[in-house]
């Protein structure tokens, strides 16, 4: 059974960088058939893709919040990370980690998500 | 990118059915048979209830199905049970650099 786990502070100050982590266990983040991506959702409402990520580090981040995002892959520790720069009120959100199985482009597997909070 | 329409709020009783409506354009819904629906209870990660338009992961009941219609999907869930209370998105691939979009979602109420 394939889990996700994300992790990483719940409070950051406006104008800094978000940063999370997730961790896959019960599969391989090297296998060819999924990209690894980012959603988030603002409390009482919809979900928002951030952007995604393949094995081979090829990336692609959803227009809206291109120039602020970063995405890399950790084969070794079977993680991929989330940058998000310049955060301010409006990046509060609870933040997902989801496998894309690459054939359908469907989100399979999910975190349980970890609440951002962007205060001073 | 705009997000794809639905009903705020769609209601019915045990044992009924109800349907849920996702409308797009031909950039998104209307071109591509990548249309995928997720239930999130409060509190809850979203979890895949229906992909490719038809396509039912294993393990989720037979009481949901999809299809689609022009550039509007629809997710039907029939024989509605307390336990399908919930919000309910869709989402499809969309030729543009958004790749991905969502839709408002639409909160399912048991009567």
């Known amino acids: 059974q394939v889990q996700l786990q994300e992790s990483g502070p719940g409070l950051v100050k406006p104008s800094q960088t978000l940063s999370l982590t997730c961790s896959v266990s019960g599969g391989s983040i090297s296998s060819g058939s999924y990209y690894w991506t980012w959603i988030r959702q603002p409390a009482g409402k919809g979900l928002e893709w951030i952007g995604r990520?393949?094995?081979?580090?090829?990336?692609n981040y959803n227009p809206s919040l291109k120039s602020r995002v970063t995405t890399s892959v950790d084969t070794s520790k079977n993680q991929f990370s989330l940058k998000l720069t310049s955060v301010t009120a409006a990046d509060t959100a609870m933040y997902y980690c989801?496998?894309?199985?690459?054939?359908?482009?469907?989100?399979?597997?999910w975190g349980l998500g970890t609440l951002v909070t962007v205060s001073s | 990118q705009s997000a794809l329409t639905q009903p705020a709020s769609v209601s019915g009783s045990p044992g009924q059915s109800i349907t849920i409506s996702c409308t797009g354009t031909s950039s998104d819904v209307g071109g591509y048979d990548y249309v995928s629906w997720y239930q999130q209870h409060p509190g809850k990660a979203p979890k895949v209830m229906i992909y490719e338009v038809t396509d039912r992961p294993s393990g989720v009941s037979n009481r949901f199905s999809g299809s689609k219609s022009g550039n509007t999907a629809s997710l039907t869930i029939s024989g509605l049970q307390a336990e399908d209370e919930a919000d309910y998105y869709c989402s499809s691939y969309i030729s543009n650099n958004t790749l991905y979009v969502f839709g408002t979602g639409t909160k399912v109420t048991v009567l």
């Open positions: 989801a496998r894309l199985v690459a054939a359908g482009l469907y989100f399979d597997y």
């Open positions: 990520i393949y094995t081979s580090g090829s990336t």
